[in-house]
């Protein structure tokens, strides 16, 4: 078993040790809070969702009006869920990324034989998937979604695992002996709705009899993981691409239903493994929110030095892997060679190189080193020095810059519709960064300027990159002679236990927007957790970006969307 | 008895010697020729200082992997650097990460294409047993069910350090090896479903339907 797991499984010892101390001395004032089933915090929880109920006959309706009239332009997440006797359902929220209004909808059907709700990827592209995702894990049916197909699991899965009633170890035995290839269809469904009410079924085909399709993975060094990308070329160009996801599987969100809050927090660093700090650091964030529990100063600065540190660790191995992929091996090294100093830093303080465990609901779960601020300012003068060597021996390679610019472009119209945020959405020139729309942590007080690009090509994107290193070393150099004194763990109570209700928190990952949907019905493990993957959407609008362009540019463009696969398949 | 010998560490300061005399009994069972123990000596002692790695990985595993092969930690001491991305041309497959159900064929597949001799090594929590998913309903618990493992390496992720050590135990069987007569032979595999096998269960399942 992993040190990491043990030592989150310590922690809800620890926690629950000095309950019993607790409990003994002041046993009037313990009990109840312990015997409560929802403890009601103190003030409204500030990440709390009220989602407006709309029938599944007005669903659509009502959507295209919060997309037309109140310029709700982005979907910013999608969760199916299961109610069981209340039924089962879909909770939408959009944003309009202008003024960064949010709204929130749900949609709730009580047939758990045929639930369907009309589809809504006519209005935003991304739904597409997120939607795939939803009758791949509850079964409902998109009604007019061109493409009904599962989106991780195989197409021969028997049954919706998400659905709480099913029990899909039972009804998809793996036998090591006998296992098959996964079958692969070049046909999909689309479930029409009539006028009349009825619904017909309709064939599409993904690929035709004459196309030219070429298989890239699973096994393949440039996609960064497991990931299978059936494209259709014409000649040398592609004319389609169909990614296939689901390799890395592993039910994260299912198992974490049966887990306490605590344990939760295990899973997020192996998300998505580069931005381990944030994506802990946002799930953290909704419970603290949830329970309103304002953590110290100090933990908020340490939490964004380390969320910035990790920004740079991931910018530095995205340009180390794009140099690989590129056939620059020697950038590789120089980018290595960096990224190591980043996990000296956060081995001294955390214990860990790449799955760190540093952030626990209620602060962190060590304070920081005595050599941690030493550290951390002689890096920032070696990056600085550094980052111009990574110019001067990649970025103005004449290679480089005919196989980037202008290649796989987007525009700030397709980013918004497919929600790709972070430095992809910002090389189109869209305003995405969380740290200055809605700033958490300790961003509020730190100056920074948000890095955007018009360009929307690869080379914009990976641009982007190295300018962000700039801005997260300006960030440390403003925070990391001021850290507070105080607490770097508040007391939390021996049970974690969230109040009755939906929330949702993100913050800015090292690829976008990372978020925590949780719905708690009171217990101490979650009802339903979902997060907001940031590398689904880089994936879903890799069609769109390659379409038109060379076969060796998907690699190019692959790797400067930088997605991370763990993370899109959760 | 023979024993390998590794120039970075003493015999004496690996741990757990004891399997590792077992294995070398095993090897050595046969016995062999003093000539041909000899050529397999100065056979072995090549193959173990190049023994080439497919790029295979699923998750955070392969990004220590990648962090094995840069600049501080240098596989290329060990003559591992040269990592293939085609099996058919690697000697040693490292599991990094986790290998979901839906990856399992895949994983199985590689496996077959690789040529003999050939050498499984399970990184990390994941490959050897699940790791912290084990309880997922899409997470094969240990890669031992559909691959034969030669080494296993705990962590999550391992360290470098024992990344590396693990590959010296890799070294350390493969030169106890009898490459003439045995390893440079086809072996039996535990795992591989024979023609007829498979033939039969596509005509049960075809029947079922």
């Avoid at chain 1, 699991?153 to 919706?160: K, L, N």
């Avoid at chain 1, 929600?419 to 007080?445: E, F, M, Q, V």
Wanted: glycine share 8%; aromatic share 8%; charged share 25%.
């Amino acid at each position: 078993m992993s040190e990491e797991l043990k030592a989150t499984a310590n922690n809800g010892t620890e926690a629950q040790k000095p309950a019993a101390p607790a409990a003994a001395a002041k046993p009037a004032a313990a009990r109840p809070a312990v015997a409560r089933p929802a403890a009601a915090p103190a003030k409204p929880a500030v990440n709390e969702l009220k989602p407006k109920t709309v029938a599944a006959a007005d669903l659509h309706a009502e959507m295209k009006r919060l997309h037309d009239e109140e310029g709700m332009d982005f979907l910013l997440n999608l969760t199916g869920e299961d109610w069981l006797e209340d039924g089962i359902g879909v909770v939408y929220q959009v944003e309009n990324t202008e003024n960064h209004k949010q709204a929130c909808v749900k949609c709730v059907v009580s047939d758990r034989e045929n639930p369907m709700i009309p589809s809504v990827c006519d209005l935003w592209d991304i739904a597409n998937v997120y939607e795939r995702e939803v009758y791949d894990y509850y079964g409902i049916i998109f009604t007019n979604h061109p493409d009904m197909r599962r989106l991780f699991m195989r197409e021969d899965w028997v049954g919706y695992p998400f659905r709480k009633d099913n029990d899909p170890e039972k009804d998809n035995p793996f036998d090591p002996q006998h296992m098959t290839n996964e079958p692969l269809a070049d046909v999909t469904y689309e479930y029409q709705l009539e006028q009349d009410g009825t619904v017909k079924k309709v064939e599409h085909q993904i690929f035709g009899e004459d196309d030219y399709v070429v298989n890239i993975g699973p096994q393949h060094p440039s996609t960064h993981g497991v990931l299978h990308f059936r494209v259709d070329l014409e000649g040398e160009m592609i004319r389609k691409v169909d990614p296939i996801l689901g390799y890395i599987h592993r039910g994260v969100e299912k198992i974490s239903e049966s887990m306490t809050y605590p344990q939760t927090l295990a899973l997020t660093d192996r998300l998505d493994y580069l931005g381990a700090m944030q994506n802990r650091h946002a799930l953290c964030m909704c419970i603290e929110q949830a329970m309103g529990v304002e953590v110290s100063d100090r933990v908020q600065v340490i939490r964004t030095i380390m969320d910035e540190l990790q920004r740079i660790d991931s910018h530095i191995l995205f340009f180390g892997c794009l140099c690989q992929d590129l056939g620059a091996t020697t950038a590789f090294l120089y980018a290595f060679r960096d990224r190591e100093k980043i996990l000296d830093i956060f081995e001294e303080t955390c214990g860990g190189r790449l799955i760190l465990n540093y952030n626990t609901i209620g602060g962190v779960m060590y304070d920081i080193h005595p050599n941690f601020q030493k550290r951390v300012k002689e890096f920032i003068k070696i990056m600085r020095k550094n980052i111009q060597e990574y110019h001067d021996i990649f970025t103005g390679n004449v290679i480089f810059q005919n196989r980037s610019k202008g290649v796989g472009v987007l525009t700030k119209e397709q980013v918004i519709s497919f929600g790709c945020t972070g430095g992809t959405g910002r090389a189109s020139g869209w305003h995405n960064d969380l740290r200055k729309i809605k700033p958490y942590a300790a961003y509020d007080r730190v100056q920074f300027n948000e890095i955007v690009r018009t360009e929307g090509d690869s080379f914009a994107r990976y641009m982007i990159r190295l300018d962000e290193i700039k801005e997260s070393l300006n960030i440390i150099e403003q925070l990391i002679d001021n850290i507070p004194e105080g607490n770097y763990q508040e007391k939390m109570k021996p049970i974690i236990k969230l109040p009755v209700g939906t929330f949702y928190s993100e913050v800015e990952g090292s690829r976008g927007r990372m978020g925590v949907f949780i719905e708690s019905k009171g217990d101490k493990s979650p009802y339903r957790l979902h997060y907001r993957s940031t590398g689904l959407p880089l994936v879903a609008v890799m069609d769109t970006a390659c379409k038109g362009n060379m076969l060796a540019d998907l690699i190019t463009i692959g790797g400067t969307v930088d997605y991370v696969v763990p993370d899109i398949d959760r | 008895m023979k024993r390998a010998k590794i120039k970075s560490i003493p015999y004496e300061e690996f741990k757990d010697n004891e399997t590792y005399e077992e294995l070398v009994e095993q090897l050595n069972a046969g016995g062999a020729n003093v000539i041909v123990r000899k050529l397999d000596d100065l056979i072995d002692w090549g193959r173990s200082n190049s023994l080439w790695p497919l790029t295979f990985a699923t998750s955070c595993c392969g990004i220590e992997f990648m962090a094995v092969c840069a600049a501080r930690y240098d596989i290329a001491r060990f003559g591992f650097e040269v990592t293939r991305n085609s099996p058919r041309q690697a000697d040693v497959i490292l599991v990094c990460g986790t290998i979901t159900t839906k990856m399992a064929p895949v994983l199985r597949r590689l496996y077959d294409q690789m040529a003999d001799p050939k050498y499984v090594v399970a990184i990390g929590g994941c490959s050897i047993s699940g790791g912290p998913f084990t309880k997922s309903y899409h997470v094969l618990n240990g890669v031992d069910k559909i691959i034969p493992v030669d080494v296993y390496v705990p962590g999550c992720p391992p360290r470098p350090e024992s990344f590396l050590y693990g590959m010296m135990q890799l070294q350390r069987i493969v030169k106890v090896e009898n490459f003439f007569g045995t390893t440079n032979r086809k072996q039996k595999d535990p795992f591989k479903v024979t023609a007829e096998e498979k033939e039969e269960t596509i005509y049960n399942q075809e029947e079922e339907a």
